[in-house]
């Protein structure tokens, strides 16, 4: 039987509210960010996940596809954004979207994730006839696409709510909302890394408006970038107000900052230790939130790997072409097969289960 005092030196007020399932405030989670004891935080997060999900770790069979790197808002810490014209700047047409998706949809893709930029020049019709289009082509594949951002810029263009048109792509077949853009809420960090882009509070408002549309969503938390341990905190506070008002979020995704090639250069990218922290301070101060991601992509496969014994549940999947990582000098694989991700789970001794945009099992491999 395992000690607990030794394990949780420091941590014990916070396990007795555990115990008692009270649930942590902004001053618990202030404690844990800066506990010395991540062996003890690593147990508390990872007690939380087995109530929730027991040893069951999920992937899905997924895809990527960025339509244009053109962006007008060119945020300080984004490596892949391009003016209109620079040399590196691209923009798909409608027909080469469709026929990726099409080809991702032939290798049995479950999910295609959809984003770009704010681009100065192409028209509402290019996004909503895309999304037409790929759902005539790839009818039972779930369409994540476009971020607050985009949407938030699809409203002024139109000079409409955007409740308007989150209603216009959801019959369109969008199902489900990614959750970029959310970088952290603190407006002095937005001042600092993204001055254009939308606020914080406009970003929590459009997935309020999208969980009223019965439009589920995810939602996304950068670290490593400026932000103090009381804006990271307070960040995960306000989702969890969100959730508790709507329950439409299914997933975090904590994405750590990637320098290179961003105005941002340097900054030294974050840390193993600090990834973990994140992920196990995120698990238990969101005790509404059902799955935390590891994601791969930002933090190395091996690093998320270790994420699965601090709280997260998620690896989200085998991705493929990703490209907003990378331009920031991401150095892992653009892809893993899903044999790679199965042998991520089970080497930690967990059991991987497949799974669509919602979670539903599709299968699961024991360890």
């Not at 844990?32 to 929730?52: P, S, V």
């Not at 945020?75 to 026929?99: H, P, Q, R, W």
């Not at 920031?328 to 991700?341: D, R």
Request: charged share 25%; hydrophobic share 40%.
């Amino acid at each position: 039987m395992v000690e607990l005092d030794p394990i949780l030196n420091g941590l014990e007020d916070v396990y007795g509210k555990m115990i008692l399932e009270q649930r942590l405030n902004r001053k618990d989670g202030l404690k844990l960010m800066q506990t010395a004891n991540i062996l003890g935080l690593g147990y508390l997060a990872n007690e939380r996940k087995r109530t929730l999900t027991g040893d069951r770790v999920f992937y899905n069979n997924n895809a990527h596809i960025n339509y244009s790197n053109v962006c007008k808002v060119r945020c300080g810490f984004c490596a892949f954004a391009k003016d209109l014209g620079e040399k590196g700047s691209y923009t798909m047409s409608i027909e080469e979207v469709v026929n990726k998706a099409g080809q991702f949809a032939d290798q049995g893709v479950t999910e295609i994730h959809i984003v770009g930029g704010i681009h100065p020049e192409l028209p509402f019709s290019y996004y909503l006839d895309m999304i037409r289009k790929i759902k005539e082509r790839a009818p039972k594949v779930s369409l994540k696409a476009f971020t607050a951002a985009e949407y938030d810029y699809f409203a002024q263009m139109k000079n409409v709510p955007v409740e308007e048109i989150l209603t216009t792509f959801k019959e369109a077949g969008v199902s489900f909302i990614p959750g970029g853009g959310a970088e952290n809420f603190s407006p002095r960090v937005r001042e600092i890394i993204c001055p254009g882009k939308l606020s914080g509070k406009r970003w929590l408002e459009i997935h309020r408006i999208a969980h009223q549309l019965d439009i589920p969503t995810n939602a996304n938390m950068l670290y490593g970038l400026l932000e103090t341990d009381e804006e990271l905190i307070d960040h995960l506070l306000a989702l969890r107000d969100l959730q508790d008002e709507t329950q439409g979020f299914f997933a975090l995704i904590p994405t750590a900052f990637h320098p290179k090639n961003t105005k941002f250069e340097e900054v030294s990218q974050a840390s193993a230790l600090r990834t973990l922290k994140v992920i196990a301070v995120a698990r238990l101060i969101l005790d509404n939130f059902r799955y935390i991601k590891a994601y791969w992509v930002s933090s190395s496969p091996q690093v998320a790997q270790m994420a699965l014994s601090f709280g997260a549940n998620d690896l989200d999947g085998v991705v493929r072409e990703e490209k907003i990582y990378h331009t920031a000098g991401a150095i892992s694989p653009q892809m893993q097969s899903e044999k790679q991700l199965i042998r991520l789970i089970r080497e930690a001794g967990l059991e991987a289960v497949e799974r669509d945009t919602y979670y539903h099992v599709i299968k699961k491999i024991r360890p």
